[in-house]
C-alpha cells in the first residue's frame, strides 16, 4: 500500500503553557492506521486499521467496575472504563509480484477481529485487559482490502494471495501493565515521565509474554500512558485527559517478547498451510511525537521491529498515525 505521507515536527519549540483545570474524564473514539508504506516498503506487516471507542468511567455500569476490581491481576481501586474495537491487520511476503510466493517467507495472512477491553486507570498505573475475537484466512479479507486499495492508487496487485493462510477462528487475550515509575516531572521548563510496562498474551493467534519501558518529555503531558499502536506493541492509552489547552511531546520506548506461538508465522492450527521458523525473541523500538489541542490528539509513531523469523533478511519497520477526539 503505498500512501505519499509522513507526519513531523518540531513538538519541543512550543512554549510551555499554564496547566487549566481538568474537564470531568471523558470516554475517547479514536482512528488508527498502521503501514509500512512510510518507508517506502510493502512487505511483512504491511498494513493495520483500527476504530476503538474507550468509554468514560461515569459510563461503565457498577457492576462491570466491581468485575474489573476483582480480576486477578487488576487492581483493586481506580477508574474503570470499557473498550470497543474493530481492526484488520495484512501481511505479505516481500515480493508480491509473483505468483507463487517464496516458501522461506512469510506467508500471506489477514486478521479480521473485534477487540472488547477493560482498562482500569489510577495515578501510578494502568491495567488493560483485552479479549480479541475474529478470524484469519480468506475470511478476514486481507486480499480484498489490500488490492482494492492499490487499485486506487494505480499500484500493483499482490498475485500470491491463493496461497494466504486458511480460515481459523480466532481467540486471544491479552493483558499488560503500564507503571508511572517517574510521574510527570518538571525539567528545564518541561515535563518528563516514565512508564515500565510488562504483558501477556494466550490464544490460538499470540502466546508471548513481554516487557518494555518508554519516556516522554513535552509540555502539559496529558494524563495518559501515550498513543496506542495496534497489538503486539508497547501499551498506550487511547482516551486522553488534558491538562492544558495545548499538549505536545516526544517519546521513545521499547518492548521485548519472547514469543511461544505466531499463527501468522507458525502456521493454522489444525490444517496445513505456509509457515515459517519463528524467532523466539522479538523487539521494538519507537519514537514519536504527540500534539494535544484541546479535546483531540494527534500522534506519529516511528516502529523499529527486529526480525521476526529466521530466514528473514534484515529487521522491518513502520509508522503508526492515531487520531483520537474525547467524547
Do not use: C
Amino acid at each position: 500500500m503505498r500512501i505519499p505521507a509522513l507526519i513531523a515536527g518540531a513538538v519541543l519549540l512550543l512554549p510551555a503553557q499554564p496547566v487549566a483545570a481538568k474537564d470531568e474524564p471523558a470516554g475517547a473514539f479514536s482512528l488508527q492506521f498502521e503501514n509500512d508504506i512510510f518507508f517506502d516498503t510493502d512487505r511483512h506487516y504491511t498494513s493495520g486499521v483500527a476504530l476503538d471507542y474507550t468509554t468514560a468511567p461515569q459510563d461503565t455500569p457498577r457492576w462491570l467496575q466491581n468485575f474489573a476490581h476483582h480480576l486477578p491481576f487488576f487492581a483493586s481501586s481506580g477508574d474503570v472504563r470499557t473498550d470497543y474495537q474493530l481492526a484488520q491487520d495484512i501481511f505479505t511476503p516481500a515480493n508480491t509480484q509473483v505468483a507463487v510466493p517464496d516458501p522461506a517467507d512469510r506467508p500471506y495472512a489477514g486478521y479480521l477481529y473485534v477487540g472488547l477491553g477493560l482498562l482500569s486507570n489510577s495515578d501510578t498505573h494502568l491495567d488493560q485487559a483485552q479479549l480479541q475475537l475474529g478470524t484469519i484466512g480468506p475470511a478476514a479479507l486481507g486480499e480484498e482490502a489490500q488490492n482494492w486499495v492499490h487499485g486506487i492508487l494505480g499500484d500493483k496487485r499482490a498475485l500470491g494471495w491463493h496461497f494466504q493462510l486458511r480460515d481459523e477462528p480466532v481467540a486471544n487475550i491479552f493483558y499488560e501493565r503500564s507503571w508511572k515509575l517517574i510521574p510527570p516531572r518538571s525539567i528545564f521548563g518541561l515535563f518528563f515521565d516514565l512508564e515500565p510496562h510488562a504483558g501477556i498474551a494466550v490464544g490460538n493467534a499470540y502466546d508471548y509474554v513481554n516487557a518494555g519501558a518508554m519516556a516522554r518529555v513535552g509540555i502539559n503531558l496529558p494524563d495518559d500512558f501515550g498513543p496506542p499502536r495496534l497489538e503486539p506493541s508497547l501499551p498506550g492509552s487511547n482516551f486522553f485527559e488534558p491538562n492544558g489547552a495545548i499538549s505536545a511531546y516526544l517519546f521513545g520506548g521499547v518492548d521485548g517478547r519472547a514469543v511461544g506461538r505466531n499463527i501468522f508465522l507458525d502456521g493454522n492450527s489444525f490444517a496445513a498451510s505456509p509457515s515459517v521458523d519463528k524467532r523466539i525473541l522479538v523487539g521494538d523500538v519507537q519514537v514519536g511525537a504527540a500534539l494535544q489541542l484541546g479535546g483531540t490528539r494527534l500522534s506519529f509513531t516511528h516502529v523499529f521491529r527486529s526480525k521476526e523469523f529466521d530466514t528473514q533478511p534484515s529487521a522491518d519497520q513502520f509508522g503508526s498515525v492515531n487520531l483520537s477526539f474525547r467524547l
